[in-house]
């Protein structure tokens, strides 16, 4: 089993920036990929960005590319997500999710373990 907590968050406002951690405990399987995705109210979990085991492999959704950066620890098991630029429309819990295909198109069905999220609001 795996643990999964994450950290930071908050309220910004538009064109601001914030920052989230997770850390991740336990067994998972070799070499696992850790990123983000994120949920609206009434909306589904949707992807926000991954990276690799190696940290070589960044993805990100269209919506955040240019805007936010996914970085992995040394440690391998944390990951960091820096979000810039930040609008009214990135308002959603945040999930940090660990051990899933390292690609560009990933689901939530995909993930094997989840954090229990953290709330970002934007205001404008």
């Known amino acids: 089993q795996v643990q999964v907590e994450e950290s930071g968050g908050g309220l910004a406002q538009a064109g601001g920036s914030l920052s989230l951690s997770c850390g991740a405990s336990?067994?998972?399987?070799?070499?696992?990929?850790m990123g983000w995705f994120r949920q609206a109210p009434g909306l589904e979990r949707v992807f926000v960005a991954a990276v690799s085991w190696s940290g070589g492999a960044e993805y990100y959704s269209d919506s955040v590319k240019g805007r936010f950066t996914i970085s992995r620890g040394n440690a391998k098991n944390t990951v960091f997500l820096h979000m810039n630029r930040l609008t009214p429309e990135d308002t959603a819990v945040y999930f940090c999710?660990?051990?899933?295909?390292?690609?560009?198109?990933?689901?939530?069905?995909?993930?094997?373990?989840w954090g229990q999220g953290t709330q970002v609001t934007v205001s404008s």
């Open positions: 336990g067994r998972a399987s070799k070499d696992y990929a």
């Open positions: 999710a660990v051990d899933f295909p390292a690609r560009s198109v990933v689901v939530a069905s995909d993930v094997g373990y």
